[in-house]
């Protein structure tokens, strides 16, 4: 499909809800009262936001009710931004290293075990769709040093945020838009290291394809497909869903392997990836919707 119009993404208006000094709060409170006390506070977060952010809750609904081929309830928002806070708060835990408080199951690992063995970089298409921060285990499993590409504007929010919990793990994010990004991505797959990008949001509305998503076009951005395309580098999908309590699911599916392209065929091949990297998002949804977290609109149905 052609690209869509320019458009300022949506998500990218969205004001900021959080703050430093209630993210170290929250922070603290974590780490001294336990996971399963300080859980406790989650409950009536996720009531305010869903009372009173009225445009979260209207995304929260137009997407379960596609997701769930229903109309959504009350209750479904209240589990979708339950599910929301709880992986939030889960993040205080991954990023501290306490990976003994989860129930964690992992699919696919060998679409990633394999090119690292072979010491290959790997980049890592995830999405706004559960936590991105459970990937940290594979660190630990196969001693995996895996960074964040992002956007200026998030990578210092993300940097922060990291400051704030782990200040260890700052270095591990890499700020896109500098003349040097690229540079550094490539010495980083060289030594076998993982990039990891979240390819379900851009703020270049030129630089997107509309693809079916659970029933109507949404724009998908091309960038993360061209980077992966110009580096040359095995493509992973991955998703970590959470499934309630301290259950987590990771799932990882191979995408395409660019090194195996050849130059005349590229755009064909980035087309095939970002198409099946929708798909799989797609199956993602429908079967654990709460783990989607673009409360925004998504699809664009609001004129700007």
Not at 108 to 124: D, F, T
Request: net charge positive.
């Amino acid at each position: 499909m052609k690209p869509t119009s320019a458009r300022k993404a949506s998500w990218a208006q969205s004001p900021e809800r959080s703050s430093m000094a209630a993210l170290r709060f929250m922070s603290w409170l974590s780490l001294t009262l336990g996971r399963r006390i300080s859980r406790l506070v989650l409950y009536p977060i996720a009531l305010y936001f869903l009372l009173f952010s009225p445009s979260a809750k209207k995304a929260s609904k137009t997407f379960l009710s596609r997701a769930l081929g229903r109309p959504a309830r009350l209750r479904d928002g209240f589990k979708h931004v339950l599910a929301f806070a709880s992986v939030v708060h889960d993040r205080v835990y991954w990023l501290r290293g306490r990976f003994e408080l989860f129930d964690l199951k992992v699919s696919g690992e060998q679409s990633i075990a394999v090119p690292h063995a072979e010491g290959r970089g790997i980049v890592l298409l995830g999405g706004h769709f559960g936590s991105f921060e459970a990937l940290r285990v594979l660190g630990e499993r196969h001693a995996i040093d895996a960074k964040m590409l992002m956007y200026p504007d998030n990578a210092r929010m993300v940097t922060a945020v990291l400051a704030a919990i782990n200040p260890a793990l700052t270095d591990s994010v890499i700020s896109l838009g500098r003349p040097e990004s690229i540079l550094h991505v490539r010495e980083h797959l060289s030594t076998g290291g993982c990039v990891g990008i979240l390819a379900d949001r851009t703020l270049d509305s030129n630089n997107t394809r509309a693809l079916s998503f659970l029933g109507k076009p949404a724009p998908f951005p091309l960038g993360p497909f061209r980077l992966a395309a110009m580096l040359r580098a095995p493509v992973v999908f991955m998703a970590g869903t959470y499934l309630g309590s301290n259950r987590y699911h990771l799932h990882f599916e191979p995408v395409l392997d660019f090194s195996e392209v050849a130059i005349q065929d590229r755009d064909a091949a980035i087309t095939s990836a970002q198409d099946r990297y929708v798909d799989l998002l797609q199956q993602h949804c429908k079967s654990t919707p709460w783990n989607w977290f673009n409360f925004y609109d998504f699809w664009q149905e609001t004129p700007q």
